[in-house]
């Protein structure tokens, strides 16, 4: 669905309402996109004579649309078939797909295809969007003549919520789950249990509830911050399995599955607090107050075992869900390798290390679940040591592992931090929200192509869908859940639903600054940067300035003072020819809509140089690409992963600049960012050459600030060229985030003096 067809349907239904005047007709904007969309002359009017009628299969479609147009029109909807002025709900055994509906509007009736109920809710959604988003207390509500013919393109299409960190009442899991109805997403990945807490009810265990569902004090500030500082406050709660039970029931009720996740064998510190006897060292240790990956880890002996199956008995007699998450990521084997029962327990199953021993442990909880008419889904660390027979993979570093694992025939769900993990920045701005790191941006989320180029079509029908994940370490409130997860997962809504022909970010822009009516309405805190300016130096060394949203202009100053409704219309690329500070902002008429866009250049010796790299900027992490290191824009001074910081996974630079002609250099600064929590070390030294034939010398970095790590080098020579050696840090040692894992380097601005 282009931009140019919208802007076409908006002109038709213009040419309606000014035929009848007295009716305002809203151009469909519709999110996820349909695959099929046309827009008729004329209107259907709901008004108190509307009557509804209903297929018997599509019980909770009618249920849902009943109780919605009850609340908006304040009065009991007739239910009796009726060949005018009826919304008609009707089976269609035609309509192939599970999931897929058909809307015909016109100013008779609406008609709702389906066959079955998935398929008409869905609809249903559809036709709530094709109503103004503020309909409460009206009389009529207009409704544009249109034909959609719809189906998704994933079966799988979820959203995840973290709530062992950071825990938020039933309401709010009730509201996150409508939303997700909304954008007709239908798997809601509940994280239930991690270090930080235990947040689900066990009656036989009760320790789960008294001792893991609390921790003592939680940090403060970010895990990067130094010292470590807490609270103080004791934190904690659980759900009851009667309120596990309500939330199941409301998701059932809005075709969305709910998958319990139960965190095994690592990230297990809660329930070993509770029941130290299931670690490996036997010691009293306490429920995390920190973030991060910790060393304690289930002991693979058979009271752990006999454990983890009553645990899940009482789970899988609760959740419905055929899947089952078992996590299995992130679980560092220091402890097993020092534990006389691992060890054991690896020499008598013929277990080559305790990579292997993972795999064992996973796949005898997926027998015991498979025993269960259950299958598990785990984080793609699963793979390691060989992958569980029927096992899901959810592939979150990158992905490489559903790569492997759809090449070996099994289904993997695409969730990926590069585009999937909404706890990462979304704007460049300073006075965001505290996050984990990295950089998000909705463009980004929505361009993710959740097929790797890697498979094909064959090994391409593996991958299920995707996941947009929530974690929330630095969430401590459902308002700020809100703002990082909209509107975000409003992408991964079209990226999971929409076929890539219908998919337009200008058009989907324009659709979500209507949708935000619709977010209020809900009372949803989303974040709102549509009217953010986003700027790019081009190959002339000119400045582009741009934003999304149709109808606006950019007024700006090069001085450092604030624009305003007299401030020069940008129109084309900025020169940049000195030091300047630009200062930006979206105008509509003369009223600024947006935050202050502002970016300092810095003219330096190096702009306009030539510069290659020996590697490729790591995909999730490419800046500027290699001309960003010597563009004159330093990267943001809180956080690696934006438009100037270029990031390289377990790989040794080598970096060249090359003048047009021989000039002094007499200094150097650069610098790189250190965030050991986020698996990112700085180099220790580097070297450098200022003659590619001359030896290297080796530098030092001469201070250390924050999460920084700073370079300063005299060179006092006259040079065409000069190339730097930048190591990578190597394999993260054990007792670190991220042990055994390759180092990344981060690193922005090259300045030359």
């Known amino acids: 669905m282009s931009a140019r067809f919208l802007i076409l349907c908006s002109l038709i239904l213009t040419l309606f309402s000014c035929a009848e005047p007295q009716v305002k007709l809203l151009s469909p904007s519709i999110i996820p996109a349909p695959q099929s969309l046309q827009v008729n002359s004329g209107h259907f009017t709901i008004n108190e004579e509307t009557t509804l009628s209903n297929n018997d299969d ?21 239910t009796e078939y009726s060949e005018t002025n009826s919304i008609i709900l009707e089976y269609d055994d035609s309509i192939s797909s599970k999931e897929g509906y058909s809307i015909e509007s016109n100013e008779h009736n609406i008609t709702i295809k389906a066959s079955t109920d998935a398929g008409a809710f869905y609809a249903v959604q559809s036709l709530i969007q094709l109503m103004p988003a503020d309909h409460n207390n009206t ?29 938020f009442d039933v309401d709010f899991i009730k509201k996150y789950i409508e939303a997700m109805a909304m954008l007709k997403m239908n798997n809601f990945h509940w994280h239930l249990t991690d270090d930080q807490g235990w947040r689900i009810e066990i009656k036989k265990y009760p320790r789960l509830q008294e001792v893991a569902a609390y921790r003592d004090s939680t940090l403060l500030g970010h895990y990067n911050d130094t010292p470590h500082q807490y609270d103080g406050k004791k934190y904690g709660g659980f759900y009851t399995q009667e309120e596990v039970r309500e939330v199941i029931a409301f998701a059932k009720a809005r075709h969305i599955n709910v ?42 002996n058979e009271e752990t075992f006999t454990f983890l199956e009553n645990v899940l008995d009482e789970v899988m007699e609760l959740f419905p869900s055929k899947y089952i998450h078992i996590g299995g990521d992130e679980a560092p084997k220091t402890q097993w390798k020092t534990s006389d029962v691992a060890q054991q327990v690896i020499k008598e199953n013929g277990l ?33 040591g060989g992958l569980a027979p029927n096992a899901t993979v959810m592939s979150w570093r990158g992905t490489n592992g559903a790569v492997e694992a759809a090449k070996a025939r099994h289904d993997v769900i695409m969730t990926p931090t590069s585009h999937a993990y909404f706890d990462y920045y979304q704007s460049e701005n300073d006075d965001e929200p505290l996050a984990i790191g990295g950089f998000l941006p909705l463009e980004k989320v929505y361009h993710f192509n959740p097929i790797p180029v890697e498979l094909n079509d064959e090994e391409a029908i593996h991958v299920l869908g995707v996941q947009g994940n929530v974690w929330t370490e630095y969430m401590t409130t459902s308002e700020q859940v809100e703002y990082m997860a909209f509107p975000r997962m409003l992408a991964m809504s079209e990226v999971a639903w929409s076929a890539d022909e219908n998919k337009n970010y200008d058009s989907f822009i324009n659709r979500v600054e209507y949708f935000h009516k619709r977010l209020d309405e809900m009372d949803i805190n989303y974040a709102n940067h549509l009217y953010e300016i986003e700027g790019t130096l081009n190959e002339n060394q000119a400045y582009e300035l741009s934003t999304k949203t149709i109808g606006k202009e950019i007024r700006f100053t090069t001085d450092g003072s604030e624009p305003d409704s007299s401030s020069t219309v940008y129109d084309s690329p900025i020169p940049f020819t000195a030091d300047m500070t630009l200062k930006a902002q979206v105008f509509d008429d003369d009223e600024p809509l947006g935050r202050l866009f502002t970016q300092e250049f810095l003219y330096h010796k190096g702009v306009g140089a030539t510069i290659s790299i020996n590697k490729v900027p790591h995909k999730s992490y490419p800046g500027s690409g290699a001309n960003g290191l010597i563009n004159g824009i330093k990267g943001s001074d809180s956080r690696y992963g934006d438009s100037e910081w270029l990031g390289f996974w377990g790989e040794d630079l080598k970096i060249r600049v090359d003048f047009e002609q021989e000039f002094g250099v007499n200094e150097i600064e650069l610098r790189f960012y250190h965030a050991p929590g986020q698996w990112i070390y700085a180099p220790n030294d580097l070297k450098i050459s200022s ?26 020579v006259a040079s065409s060229a000069f190339i730097l050696l930048v190591p990578n840090y190597g394999t993260i040692p054990d007792g670190h985030q991220g042990a055994g894992n390759k180092a990344w380097t981060f690193i922005d601005e090259i300045i030359i003096k």
Request: charged share 25%; net charge negative.
């Open 58 to 78: 599509f019980t909770a479609s009618y249920n849902f649309l009943n109780n919605f147009l009850e609340h908006a029109s304040d009065r009991t909807w007739k």
């Open 691 to 716: 003659d590619p034939h001359a030896p290297f010398s080796k530098i030092k970095p001469v201070s250390k600030s924050g999460n920084f790590y700073n370079y300063k080098i005299d060179l006092k």
């Open 139 to 167: 009389t009529e509500i207009h409704i544009p003549a249109v034909t959609i013919k719809d189906e998704p393109r994933f079966k799988y299409r979820g959203m995840h919520l973290d709530v062992s960190r950071h825990m």
């Open 352 to 384: 080559k290390d305790e990579h292997e021993l993972q795999s064992y442990f996973i796949q005898r909880m997926e027998k015991y679940l498979n025993s269960k008419g259950r299958q598990i889904i785990g984080w793609d660390e699963i793979l390691e």
């Open 259 to 300: 998958i319990p996740e139960i965190e095994m064998p690592g990230h297990a510190k809660a329930a070993i607090a509770a029941y130290p006897e299931l670690g490996c060292t036997g010691e009293n240790i306490q429920v995390a107050m920190k973030w991060g990956v910790f060393e304690d880890i289930y002991c693979p």
